[in-house]
C-alpha cells in the first residue's frame, strides 16, 4: 500500500530544497559556514518548521553554537526568501536546531571499525600461536 503524504510532508520537502540552496547562495554572515539541511519537520498547522542541519567540518562546540545563533538570526530573513519562492499562503516561522545524529553515526561507525580491527588482529595472533603449537 502507498504511504500517504500530508501537506505538511510535502511543504517540509520543498522548504528543505529550498533552504538548502538559500543558505548556500543568499546568507552572506560568516559565522554560518558550510551547512547541510538534513531535515525540515512542520507542524500539521504550518505554523512551524524545525530545520535540522549539520555544519561541514566542524567539531568545535562554541563554533557550532555561534554558526547555529547566526542562522537563528537569519530565520526571518530565510523566511521573507521562501515565501518568494514556494506558492502557500504562510511560511512557517524557522526554528534551527543541530542535527548530532550524523556525527554521532560517524563517531560509532569509527568505534565499531577499531572493535573489528582488534578483533582481525586478535584472531590472527591466534590462529599464528595455534600454528605454533601444532609445529612444535
Known amino acids: 500500500m502507498a504511504k500517504e503524504f500530508h501537506r505538511a510532508d510535502r511543504v517540509a520537502d520543498a522548504m528543505r530544497r529550498e533552504l538548502a ?6 546568507v552572506r554572515d560568516p559565522r554560518v559556514g558550510m551547512v547541510n539541511v ?5 507542524s500539521r498547522d ?4 524545525k530545520v535540522f542541519v549539520t555544519l561541514v567540518g566542524e567539531d568545535d562546540r562554541s563554533k557550532i553554537d555561534i554558526s547555529m545563533d547566526a542562522l537563528n538570526k537569519a530565520a526571518g530573513f530565510l523566511r521573507s526568501q521562501l515565501a518568494k519562492e514556494i506558492q502557500i499562503r504562510t511560511i512557517p516561522r524557522l526554528q534551527f536546531r543541530y ?8 563517531h560509532l561507525s569509527a568505534l565499531i571499525d577499531k572493535a573489528v580491527k582488534s578483533d582481525q588482529k586478535k584472531s590472527d595472533e591466534d590462529s599464528d600461536n595455534h600454528s605454533e603449537e601444532q609445529n612444535d
Do not use: C, K, M, Y
Not at 538534513?38 to 512542520?42: A, L, S
Not at 542535527?99 to 560517524?106: A, K, L, N, W
Open 46 to 49: 504550518l505554523t512551524t518548521a
Open 99 to 106: 542535527d548530532e545524529t550524523s556525527v554521532r553515526g560517524q
Open 21 to 26: 540552496r538559500l543558505i548556500q547562495h543568499e
Open 38 to 42: 538534513n531535515d525540515v519537520e512542520v
